[in-house]
């Protein structure tokens, strides 16, 4: 019998935050490193998850399954495919450099670092058992619950004034999408009752709704699919569902801020992958024009809209808003270049979102919380290594050429211009627009002559080396050499392509197409 590794991995940090909690009030040093310590527990399993994981095996591996509630149909089933391990070793990288990033956050107020760190353990363990779920009673619980202590990080953490507002703009708009969610999940199991047994299991479901082997109504199964798809756009976020997130992002903490956007918002777009188009293929397709429109016009929304941006932070979270619609245009492209590009880009999102955003923030720590790109002016010449940190990241945020991004990117525009030219046309004018915004904001804050108060800005100590450190070796790394999480995502996509029936098209040619 093997060690049940998948519940190791999400077991832990929620033991973690539960040990942070009852720890004296007055060990808030403690209180950090055992929160460190219970993230690198994590990192450990779920690098072992990752050398097990057979690419030639099974499907869904390290597979776990006990009854939970019989007369329902739930169970606690876990499994991971390649795209699940990929996401799952994003979300435990990130973790302990957050936790380092964050290392004075927490506030002055009585136990608040233990509140904090214990938070911060909470949602990556809300987010693990939501990666390696094949239950999806199971999977609903905790893609609702994520939203709590995400709520109080932003809200009882966050730095900016708004930050009371912040947060409850983002918990009233996931909780919609939820809620809506809830009645498609409960509308799964009354589906699978009227033809057989009511059940909850993700592959079962899968089973019962193929094509060809089905009775239920069309018109039901695309219900069903808005009702996932509508909480997966707001969660990712999809334009125009994305109103909440730059407010967000902005008025918490950089680290919290990286937690929502790099790890808590990719279970959105990785819910569409593995429930949208598995679970309703024919409604995939019915809708997926109208889901590429909006990807596209979030792609060029976000890189315009970051264009006139005087926050620094905020012109970084309208960025990720471009982005997002590139990872949600690869998914319903419905090409293996397209969600390989879209997986992908959604481990390198996370990696180049956390450098330009940590290091954006220990800038503006230095001086004085100003976030006003106005308030800066050469910084090279004070902070050598912290201008050229934030240099690479944010080319790696404009997808340069060598940088890990860029591949991602380029991925899902191929598998977009076989399927959908048009649309990878207008997705390649955000290239276009990212230099602009990333290279202006670079120049703004880092060159030309020294601002007033930026004079007494010091470099990256080594606390914050640490994390900066390991963020821009793997843009480095997997900007020329993506084979070993690619080698974890392809054979998952070719699942997911051979379940939803969809094949890749002729490549265009100027022959084929006279």
Known sequence: MTAPWLSLLWLAPIAGAALVMVLPAGRAGLAKYVGLGVSLVALAVSLVVTAGFDTGGQTYQFV?????????????????????????????????LLLLAGWHDGGQRRRGVHAYVALTLTVESMVLISLVSLDILLFYVFFEAMLIP?????????????????????????????????????????????????????????????PGSTAVDPGVLKALFLGFMFAFAIKAPLWP??????????????????LMM?????VGTFGMLRYCLQLFPEASTYFRPAIITLAV??????????????????????????????????????TSQGQSGSTLYMFNHGISTAAVFLIAGFLIARHGGSRSIADYGGVQKRAPVLAGTFLVA????????????FISEFLVLIG????????????????????????WLYQRLMTGPVARGTERLTDLVPRELVVVA??????????FYPKPVLDLINPAVAHTMTTTGHHDPQPLTAEGSR
Request: glycine share 10%; proline share 4%; net charge neutral.
């Open 470 to 479: 390991p963020l821009i070796a793997l843009l480095l790394f997997l900007g």
């Open 150 to 210: 995400m709520y109080f990080l932003i809200g009882g953490f966050g730095t900016g004034a708004g930050r009371s507002q912040a947060a409850l703009k983002f918990l009233l708009y996931n909780l919609f999408g939820g809620l809506i969610m809830l009645a498609a999940v409960i509308g799964i199991y009354v589906v699978t009752a009227q033809h057989g047994t009511g059940t909850f299991d993700f592959r079962t479901a899968v089973a019962a709704f193929e």
């Open 64 to 96: 776990e399954s006990h009854p939970w509630i019989p007369s329902f149909g739930a169970g606690y089933t876990l499994g991971v495919d390649g795209i699940a391990v990929v996401l799952v070793l994003l979300t435990t990288v990130l973790v302990p």
């Open 416 to 439: 977009t211009f076989n399927r959908y030219w048009l649309a990878a046309v207008f997705g390649t004018t955000a290239l276009v627009l990212s230099s602009i915004y990333m290279l």
């Open 241 to 258: 569902f994305h109103r909440w997130l730059p407010d967000a992002a902005v008025e918490a903490t950089p680290a919290s801020a990286v």
């Open 297 to 334: 016009i979030g792609v060029v929304y976000g890189a315009l809209v970051a264009i006139g941006q005087t926050d620094i932070m905020r012109l970084i979270a309208y960025t990720s808003i471009s982005h997002f619609g590139f990872i949600i245009l690869g998914i319903f492209v419905m």
């Open 394 to 405: 944010a080319m790696a945020t404009l997808s340069l050429p060598g940088l890990a991004p």
């Open 262 to 266: 790099a790890v808590m918002d990719k």
